[in-house]
């Protein structure tokens, strides 16, 4: 049972440009959350999303990032115009439907993409 | 406001036992989670703790004090392999299931 993959694993932006971030979560899990990791600090949450619906949304900045997890393909986050404060790791991670029991709370992580904007 | 805190670092001897403490004050409590962390890896699940009292699993065991707001992982038996940071994390919302994640401690495990 292949884990949380997300490609791609480095990807370097020049100011401007848009960054596109996928992930695919593990196989029959039905929950996608975005974190977003600087350097020297923890995790912080961007957004949860479940197939073609967006849960919460509070941790995603107002402006040039959107996410979307549509019914076939990987989730993916989207980072338009891209600054270089947008420069850090970026981690999925997915959990099991409802119906798992207690399961269904733990979160399971991908590798995380780390983008550079120069 | 949410606020999740930890030691920034540690270090102990290969063999020895630590106890890494991680303090918590969040609007909600719907649980606590720990994860390991090596250095440009994904983090992985250890441990998740909703009702008061110690969990045990192999070396490592996590502990929960929910009038405290206050939660321990401990490891034992240290291994080399166990330096890597450690990450506290809140579920604060019955409604979502984001984690609040505090700012890791660094542990560094010498022969």
């Known amino acids: 049972n292949a884990g949380v993959m997300q490609n791609p694993r480095h990807l370097v932006r020049r100011r401007g440009q848009e960054a596109r971030l996928r992930c695919s979560p593990m196989?029959?899990?039905?929950?996608v959350y975005w974190y977003r990791q600087l350097p020297e600090e923890g995790l912080k949450f961007m957004v949860y999303l479940q197939k073609e619906n967006i849960i919460d949304e509070s941790g995603m900045p107002k402006e040039r990032f959107s996410a979307e997890f549509p019914k076939e393909g990987p989730s993916i986050l989207r980072i338009q115009q891209v600054v270089r404060g947008d420069s850090a790791a970026y981690f999925c991670?997915?959990?099991?439907?409802?119906?798992?029991?207690?399961?269904?709370?733990?979160?399971?992580f991908g590798a995380g993409t780390r983008l550079s904007v120069l | 406001g949410q606020n999740i805190d930890q030691p920034t670092e540690m270090t102990a001897t290969e063999g020895a036992i630590v106890q890494i403490n991680c303090t918590y004050q969040t609007s909600g409590f719907n649980g606590l989670f720990w994860y390991q962390q090596h250095a440009g890896e994904a983090p992985t699940f250890l441990s998740y703790n909703v009702l008061d009292g110690l969990e045990e699993k192999g070396r490592f065991s996590s502990f929960l004090s929910r009038s405290k707001g206050y939660s321990y992982l401990l490891l034992k038996e240290l291994q080399m392999k166990d330096s890597a940071s450690y990450l506290c994390?809140?579920?604060?919302?019955?409604?979502?299931?984001?984690?609040?994640f505090g700012s890791g401690t660094r542990l560094l495990v010498r022969p």
């Open positions: 994390a809140v579920r604060d919302e019955d409604s979502s299931y984001k984690l609040i």
């Open positions: 196989k029959g899990h039905s929950h």
């Open positions: 991670a997915s959990s099991p439907p409802r119906s798992s029991g207690g399961m269904r709370h733990i979160q399971y």
